[in-house]
């Protein structure tokens, strides 16, 4: 089949400091069996000459943060918007530029949007590489992938960037991106499709920044799961409002996640 009749999917990666780790990442996306794509790479003012290790790559569209707001969450958001506002593809898939993709998963995803035109939201549950990280199993919500096991359509994300700014991001400290979109697709689009099957590699180590600011059960850890309940009750649902977990939590962040 022709290249140019096929639909252009734009693979957005953010990276900060994962030099040792940018070839693996952007490899995995050049050598997948779907080949009508375009890469996107955003660096967040990185330490580390992780600039000069994604310039060997001339087929990839750079973005290079020339000023670090040192507040991950947001500065994580703004990269992934910023690239989303300059990709042309129709579907979109995020990226870690510690994890990396299976050889297969664009197509694979691509098949499954193609059955219908009501799947907008596509996530899998990555295969864990550092097989010591049990952070990892503790520390997220069961429903949601990271973000690099997230795909969607260009209208799925414009229809969540509404709402992301009508809801002022910055009142959910540390809810990241990736909550946000899966929130907002279980919550409020009602389309959140989730594979048994793994199609991402995840790398994150014990020594990264995000796994030990947020370990299970840490000062940090408390304070984004409340934030992640209130998050989740903006979309005006009973699902969370009630539950155990909800009332523990805000215990739990009064008496210690609230400290400064």
């Not at 140019?4 to 940018?22: C, V």
């Amino acid at each position: 089949m022709n290249k140019n009749k096929l639909p252009l999917i734009s693979i957005l990666i953010a990276n900060y400091n994962n030099k040792p780790l940018i070839e693996r990442c952007i490899k995995s996306c050049l050598n997948q069996n779907y080949k009508n794509t375009e890469i996107l790479f955003h660096d967040d003012y990185s330490s580390d000459g992780s600039i000069s290790e994604v310039k060997k790559f001339s087929y990839v569209k750079k973005f290079f943060n020339k000023k670090k707001k040192k507040i991950p969450y947001l500065d994580a958001m703004s990269a992934y918007i910023k690239m989303f506002n300059k990709s042309k593809g129709k579907y979109i898939f995020l990226l870690d530029s510690d994890d990396y993709f299976f050889k297969n998963k664009i197509k694979i995803f691509l098949e499954i949007f193609s059955k219908s035109n009501d799947i907008e939201f596509i996530q899998d549950f990555p295969a864990i590489i550092n097989k010591n990280n049990k952070n990892f199993f503790l520390s997220r919500w069961p429903l949601f992938a990271p973000t690099s096991c997230l795909a969607f359509t260009r209208n799925f994300f414009n229809n969540f960037l509404d709402f992301h700014f009508q809801n002022k991001p910055e009142k959910y400290p540390e809810v990241w991106l990736d909550f946000r979109i899966c929130s907002f697709a279980y919550f409020k689009s009602n389309n959140l499709l989730s594979l048994n099957s793994n199609y991402t590699f995840y790398e994150q180590s014990l020594e990264s920044n995000q796994s030990k600011k947020f370990f299970y059960l840490s000062k940090d850890w408390i304070r984004r799961r409340f934030y992640s309940h209130l998050y989740v009750n903006s979309f005006n649902t009973s699902v969370i409002n009630f539950s155990f977990d909800y009332y523990f939590t805000k215990i739990l962040y009064k008496i210690i996640g609230s400290r400064k």
